[in-house]
């Protein structure tokens, strides 16, 4: 077979799963006629923006401050700063986080403590994801700051992307303390008592300004020629003396802002409630199983497409530019199109497998794979040496996109909440949580990140930080890759 069609046969999962995941249902939401008597939408949006000033706080100058710390002070540094930022990595948990603020600011009558949940639920894991990137754009010795350029407005992007969509935050808040009501977001909105016309309203103002974001970051990535490498172990700068009197008190604060965050749900572990009377050993399979699946299958989708895009360039130079199409997804969670995924499995009995979340492209692991496939050509490696390298990066892609499944909420709460037949700790530990006096009342709550999964995903972000991920840079160099060799060739991984 030829190059060519090899090409296009692994492409084609990935252009069938775009089609079933993602175009389908963003026609269907714009058959649907949308009309709405709540002119605040718009306004909802705007709130929703203003959620994302945290995020770009810490993803534009915090992140960027904690990388170039870490850079300078050399291998030693870098792996340091790495291995810290495992923990908030593995302890990621928004849900259980707020569920802890908000029950301590309606003990302690502090309205003021919830909208600071609602800023640093995630604080400590926005600074430890933007910060291994922005690690990898340091890597670059010939242009960093084209890369940090790029790498920063990329993430910006996607904080913006990701505060448009937010919906655990307020949801979690109201339902736990109904007297409280935050700053109303899109999704929050139409998902309490809002029209089908309503809701197809909110997930076209949602998917308009998510598509244009998705498509300059994609641009942007073609444009600069972005790619990733593998760089050197021991990096050509030495390090500087005084760069651990800056990166030690840095690791410090973001230690303490972890601690911050999770102090409260913390505390109300030893007096947990447990499962009461659901059988726990469903409420684990029924949490972590389901986003296995979807993970597995979209991470492998995404790979294949990577390959043919990076390696056998099925539409030769221009191939990566085959990116634009998935581009107005790039940032599309499930709950734009939430609405449209419901109505595929509403109408008959509820089924275990309606908990496996309907997105079968990963479509970042897409990006990430063909960058990072066009690098390894461009370091002269072989298709078989680029598949064996790419094997711990598909790792990694599976196991993130397993946790942030198992700690959603929107989709478990929509597909498996019926007669609560099918279950999973987050929307258990919520609903129930409304219910008690204190947090130790909430069904599950101590399930929702369990201290052997927290250490297992401790162990394994160390090992990805250090074993791995320190090796990848990201290099914008307008050089051309050479031609892949053939796929039965053989070389060293580096």
Same mark, same amino acid.
């Given at each position: 077979?030829?190059?060519?069609?090899?090409?296009?046969?692994?492409?084609?999962?990935?252009?069938?799963?775009?089609?079933?995941?993602?175009?389908?249902?963003?026609?269907?939401?714009?058959?649907?006629?949308?009309?709405?008597? @709540?002119?605040?939408?718009?306004?909802?949006?705007?709130?929703?923006?203003?959620?994302?000033?945290?995020?770009?706080?810490?993803?534009?100058?915090?992140?960027?401050?904690?990388?170039?710390?870490?850079?300078?002070?050399?291998?030693?540094?870098?792996?340091?700063?790495?291995?810290?930022?495992?923990?908030?990595?593995?302890?990621? *948990?928004?849900?259980?986080?707020?569920?802890?603020?908000?029950?301590?600011?309606?003990?302690?009558?502090?309205? /003021?403590?919830?909208?600071?949940?609602?800023?640093?639920?995630?604080?400590?894991?926005?600074?430890?994801? *933007?910060?291994? #990137?922005?690690?990898?754009?340091?890597?670059?010795?010939?242009?960093?700051?084209?890369?940090?350029?790029?790498?920063?407005?990329?993430?910006?992007?996607?904080?913006?992307?990701?505060?448009?969509?937010?919906?655990?935050?307020?949801?979690?808040?109201?339902?736990? @303390?109904?007297?409280?009501?935050?700053?109303?977001?899109?999704?929050? *909105?139409?998902?309490?008592? =809002?029209?089908?016309?309503?809701?197809?309203?909110?997930?076209?103002?949602?998917?308009?300004?998510?598509?244009?974001?998705?498509?300059?970051?994609?641009?942007?990535?073609?444009?600069?020629? *972005?790619? %990733?490498?593998?760089?050197? #172990?021991?990096?050509?700068?030495?390090?500087?003396?005084?760069?651990?009197?800056?990166?030690?008190?840095?690791?410090?604060?973001?230690?303490?802002?972890? =601690?911050?965050?999770?102090?409260?749900?913390?505390?109300?572990?030893?007096?947990?409630?447990?499962?009461?009377?659901?059988?726990?050993?469903?409420?684990?399979?029924?949490?972590?199983?389901?986003?296995? !699946?979807?993970?597995?299958?979209?991470?492998?989708?995404?790979?294949?497409?990577?390959?043919?895009?990076?390696?056998?360039?099925?539409?030769?130079?221009?191939?990566?530019?085959?990116?634009?199409?998935?581009?107005?997804?790039?940032?599309?969670?499930?709950?734009?199109? #939430?609405?449209?995924?419901?109505?595929?499995?509403?109408?008959?009995?509820?089924?275990?497998?309606?908990?496996?979340?309907?997105?079968?492209?990963? %479509?970042?692991?897409? #990006?990430?794979?063909?960058?990072?496939?066009?690098?390894?050509?461009?370091?002269?490696?072989?298709?078989?040496?680029?598949?064996?390298?790419?094997?711990?990066?598909?790792? !990694?892609?599976?196991?993130?996109?397993?946790?942030?499944? =198992?700690? /959603?909420?929107?989709?478990?709460?929509?597909?498996?909440?019926?007669?609560?037949?099918?279950?999973?700790?987050?929307?258990?530990?919520?609903?129930?949580?409304?219910?008690?006096?204190?947090?130790?009342?909430?069904?599950?709550?101590?399930?929702?990140?369990?201290?052997?999964?927290?250490?297992?995903?401790?162990?394994?972000? !160390?090992? =990805?930080?250090?074993?791995?991920?320190?090796?990848?840079?990201?290099?914008?160099?307008?050089?051309?890759?050479?031609?892949?060799?053939?796929?039965?060739?053989?070389?060293? /991984?580096?």
């Amino acid at each position: 077979m030829s190059r060519t069609r090899l090409g296009w046969l692994l492409l084609t999962p990935a252009l069938l799963a775009l089609l079933w995941s993602y175009v389908i249902p963003t026609a269907m939401t714009f058959d649907i006629d949308g009309s709405t008597r @709540d002119s605040s939408y718009p306004e909802y949006l705007g709130r929703a923006a203003l959620l994302a000033v945290v995020p770009l706080v810490l993803t534009l100058l915090a992140a960027p401050a904690l990388a170039w710390a870490a850079q300078r002070a050399g291998r030693r540094g870098r792996l340091v700063t790495r291995i810290v930022l495992c923990v908030p990595l593995a302890g990621f *948990a928004p849900a259980a986080y707020l569920l802890g603020w908000t029950f301590l600011s309606r003990d302690e009558g502090r309205p /003021d403590s919830v909208f600071l949940a609602l800023a640093v639920a995630s604080a400590g894991a926005v600074i430890a994801a *933007a910060t291994t #990137v922005y690690l990898a754009a340091f890597r670059d010795a010939d242009r960093p700051k084209g890369s940090l350029y790029v790498v920063g407005a990329v993430l910006a992007a996607a904080s913006l992307a990701g505060a448009l969509q937010v919906f655990t935050a307020p949801y979690v808040v109201v339902v736990a @303390d109904p007297f409280h009501r935050p700053m109303t977001t899109p999704l929050g *909105a139409a998902l309490y008592g =809002a029209e089908p016309g309503e809701q197809s309203v909110v997930s076209l103002l949602l998917l308009v300004p998510l598509a244009v974001l998705g498509l300059l970051a994609t641009w942007l990535l073609l444009r600069s020629r *972005a790619r %990733i490498e593998f760089a050197p #172990v021991v990096g050509t700068e030495p390090p500087r003396r005084g760069a651990w009197l800056l990166l030690a008190p840095l690791l410090v604060l973001l230690l303490a802002i972890v =601690a911050l965050t999770a102090g409260p749900w913390w505390q109300s572990l030893p007096d947990a409630n447990g499962s009461g009377d659901f059988s726990a050993a469903e409420i684990y399979r029924d949490t972590w199983l389901p986003p296995l !699946i979807s993970a597995v299958v979209s991470v492998l989708v995404a790979a294949l497409g990577g390959y043919a895009l990076g390696v056998l360039r099925p539409l030769g130079e221009r191939s990566e530019q085959a990116l634009l199409l998935f581009a107005p997804w790039l940032f599309v969670g499930i709950g734009p199109l #939430v609405f449209a995924y419901e109505n595929r499995i509403t109408g008959g009995d509820p089924r275990w497998f309606d908990l496996v979340p309907p997105v079968w492209v990963s %479509i970042p692991a897409l #990006v990430v794979f063909t960058l990072f496939f066009r690098g390894r050509l461009a370091q002269g490696a072989t298709a078989k040496a680029a598949v064996r390298s790419a094997i711990p990066l598909a790792g !990694i892609a599976v196991v993130v996109h397993w946790m942030l499944g =198992a700690q /959603d909420l929107l989709w478990p709460a929509m597909a498996g909440n019926d007669g609560y037949t099918h279950i999973t700790t987050t929307p258990l530990a919520t609903m129930t949580a409304g219910l008690g006096e204190s947090l130790t009342r909430a069904l599950a709550v101590d399930m929702i990140l369990p201290l052997p999964v927290f250490m297992a995903l401790l162990g394994l972000a !160390i090992l =990805a930080q250090v074993g791995y991920l320190d090796r990848l840079a990201i290099r914008t160099e307008a050089r051309r890759a050479p031609a892949a060799q053939e796929p039965d060739g053989d070389d060293a /991984d580096d």
